[in-house]
Every structure is written in structure tokens, then in C-alpha cells.
């Protein structure tokens, strides 16, 4: 098995640029061979043939980090080699996006079943690194879909599927080298141990905590409502990458009130520490604006109609502060925008925009963010119209 060292077992689906630059990463200094799944026939052959890559971080001097012992496996060509792979494994990961996930199903339902088959007893963990609230166990509910009865008790007894929360920014990025991949420095990845059932090892650099909820939303309202604050905001300035729209100081200055409505939600639900959240939000624009990290805003603007979701990253912590008499109007201001946003290669953005012209705006607004608050709607309905106006009069 090229690629294979004397380390423990893991299977990772999803080859990209996360998947090598964070999880993979993750694993090899946790001392897991990894063997990475995917489609992509390229990588997979070039991962198979050296058995090695190296990450770049970008930062000072851009040091290199080198990752070995690692092999991979192209699931369309040869899905019975996954289900050996996930047969042999103490640890299964993914990153591959939340609308995959049930595509992969199948086949991990297939690797428990041989497992119980083979009477393995050595306790599997699979942890969806994605980036949403539950995506773990959004996973077990695919795979259990795919269990007969007995499968399922075994399943119960020796698999888990404990939650996690993930943040590093790995941006957009093109290399004449497959495996190459350039990521920033900062990462951070937080685990549900009351779901964990292997406890023989923990993952190098990953935190471990008893009710992840908090870090999950700290996460996905911090991060990525302010990376998608950043981008929709910057498109409607004209700008293409992260970067450039983040020296505008209207885009720093939406970005940094819209992370102050954020820390008025974190504090009042979680009672985290306000100074702590400031320093995390702090670091966070810096991380975003990091010059060596050429972002483009049409990645990070991307389905749109997914983030214009009831519990992604705008709606959810709209609703969650018009509960609790919070302000959230400069969340309103950045919906607004996402209606706007237009992106030729992505098929939400044209979805939108087409609707956008025939379809009424109130409906258009409750079909896609699910909402039946009905102020709430209106709210947003008149500044979708406010933006248009704006856009159109600049």
C-alpha cells in the first residue's frame, strides 16, 4: 500500500484543498495514515504516486508543512476499496460540503456493515467537518437510512458520530502542482466527546469539550456570516477578492457591525466573555484581510440561496436577536444585498436573479428563507427593494 507507515488507520472523504489542508493535516500529526476519497481522478492518481504533499502557510517566510503516509481511493472507480479502507479504520472524516453527504452515505453504510460482518469491535468514529450546526449527525441519519436492524445495533454499540466545528480559511487558489495546497495559519477544530467512541487517542491540536452548541454558532456566526458579510458587501462595491473589499473602509466598517450584532447574540445565549469575543472578532478581520490569502468573493458568495437559509448564517441569528429586543439591523443590510448578488457560473445566483423578475418578492422571501415571522419578512422585503434602489442609483 503505497503511502502506508506504521500508523493508525483513517479515511477521509473529499481530496480538495480543506480536506489536505486542514483534516488531512490534522490527521498525519496525529499519527493516522490517511487514505482520501474522492472523484477527482487527478489528485487521487498523484496522491497514489507519491504517497506525499506539502501544505504552505500563509504567513512570514511561508513555512511548509509535510504530510506523508497517505494514499487515496477514487469511490466512482473502485467502491468496494473504500468500504476495505473504512473496514480498517478507527476514524472516518469528511470534508466534501454539506449537500454531498448523503451521496457518501451508501457507501460508509457499507464499511459498518462489513465491519459487523467481521465481528470488529475496535470502536469507529465518523465526524462530518463541514461546515453547519449537527452535520455529524445529519451524516448518521444518511447512513442509518442505508442499515438493516441488525446493522443499526451494531452501529449503536461501536460507531459514533460525535459533531464537530471547524474554522481555517483555505482560499481559492490554483497550482500547477495537483497536490499543493496553501492555507493560513490559524486553525481550529472542536469535537463533541460525549459522542466520541474510540477514546484510545485524541486528535493532535483539537479541542475536546462537552457541549460544542456554543462553539459551533460562535463559529458559523462569527466566521462565516462575517466572511459572507465581507463578500456580498464588497461585490456591491465592485470588488473581487476578500482582500481588496476589506481595504474599502465601508466594507471593514459593515464587517465590524455586523460582528458587533453577533457578540450581542453570543453574549446574551452563551454568555461567553465579551472582551474574549472582541479579541476573537479582532483577529478574525485581520485573518480575513491576510494579504498572502488572495480570496475571491465569488467563492465565498457562492449558493447563495443555502446561506439565505432558516438556520444558516443570516436568518438564524436574525430571528435569534429579534427574540431577544437585539439590534440586527446590519444583518438586514447584508441579506439585502445577497438577493443582489450575481455570479454568471453559479446556478442560485442565476436562480435568484431570473425569480427575482417574476416571481413576487415576499413569496421569493419565505420560500427561501423559510421565515413566517411575518414583520420580519417585510423587513427584509424593503431592503432587498432599498439595495436595488441604491445599486442601481450608484
Avoid at 495514515?33 to 504567513?59: C, H, K, P, W
Avoid at 486528535?203 to 456566526?221: A, C, G, M, N, S
Avoid at 427575482?356 to 428563507?369: A, F, I, K, P, Q
Amino acid at each position: 500500500m503505497l503511502g502506508s507507515g506504521e500508523g493508525r488507520q483513517a479515511v477521509h472523504f473529499g481530496a480538495g484543498n480543506i480536506g489536505r489542508g486542514f483534516i488531512g493535516e490534522t490527521l498525519h500529526e496525529s499519527g493516522f495514515d490517511v487514505t482520501f476519497v474522492d472523484v477527482n481522478s487527478q489528485i487521487i492518481d498523484a496522491l497514489n504516486e507519491r504517497g506525499e504533499y506539502d501544505i504552505t502557510l500563509a504567513a512570514e517566510g511561508d513555512p511548509i508543512v509535510h504530510v506523508n503516509h497517505v494514499r487515496g481511493i477514487n469511490n466512482q472507480q473502485n467502491p468496494e476499496d473504500v468500504v476495505a479502507a473504512i473496514k480498517d479504520a478507527e476514524l472516518v472524516t469528511t470534508a466534501i460540503g454539506p449537500n454531498i453527504l448523503p451521496y457518501i452515505a451508501p457507501l460508509i453504510a457499507d464499511g459498518i456493515t462489513v465491519r459487523r460482518q467481521a465481528r470488529v469491535q475496535t470502536p469507529l468514529d465518523i465526524i462530518a467537518a463541514e461546515n453547519m450546526v449537527g452535520g455529524s449527525q445529519k451524516l448518521r441519519e444518511y447512513v442509518f437510512e442505508h442499515l438493516d436492524q441488525a446493522t443499526k445495533q451494531y452501529a449503536d454499540a461501536y460507531v459514533g458520530f460525535p459533531n464537530s466545528a471547524v474554522d481555517r480559511i483555505v482560499p481559492q487558489q490554483s497550482h500547477d502542482d495537483p497536490l499543493a495546497v496553501t492555507v493560513e495559519s490559524f486553525k481550529e477544530w472542536v469535537i463533541d466527546q460525549t459522542e466520541v467512541h474510540n477514546t484510545d487517542f485524541r486528535l493532535k491540536d483539537v479541542h475536546y469539550v462537552d457541549d460544542l452548541t456554543p462553539y459551533i454558532e460562535r463559529k458559523l456566526f462569527s466566521v462565516n456570516t462575517g466572511h459572507a458579510t465581507t463578500a456580498y458587501t464588497g461585490a456591491t462595491r465592485g470588488y473581487e477578492t476578500i482582500q481588496d473589499a476589506l481595504r474599502d473602509r465601508h466594507v471593514k466598517v459593515r464587517l465590524e457591525k455586523v460582528l458587533a450584532e453577533i457578540r450581542g447574540l453570543l453574549v446574551d445565549k452563551w454568555n461567553f466573555n465579551e472582551t474574549d469575543l472582541e479579541d476573537y472578532h479582532r483577529v478574525l478581520v485581520d485573518r480575513f484581510a491576510n494579504p498572502r490569502l488572495s480570496d475571491s468573493i465569488e467563492r465565498v458568495g457562492r449558493t447563495p440561496i443555502r446561506k439565505l437559509g432558516y438556520d444558516e448564517r443570516f436568518i438564524r441569528p436574525i430571528r435569534e436577536l429579534k427574540e431577544r429586543d437585539l439590534e440586527y439591523d446590519e444583518l438586514l443590510k447584508v441579506v439585502g444585498t445577497i438577493f443582489r448578488f450575481e455570479s454568471p457560473d453559479d446556478k442560485e445566483c442565476v436562480e435568484i436573479q431570473e425569480r427575482m423578475t417574476t416571481d413576487n418578492l415576499h413569496d421569493l422571501v419565505v420560500e427561501y428563507t423559510g421565515l413566517s415571522d411575518e414583520s420580519l419578512i417585510e423587513q427584509i422585503v424593503d431592503r432587498v427593494i432599498l439595495t436595488g434602489q441604491i445599486l442601481t442609483a450608484s
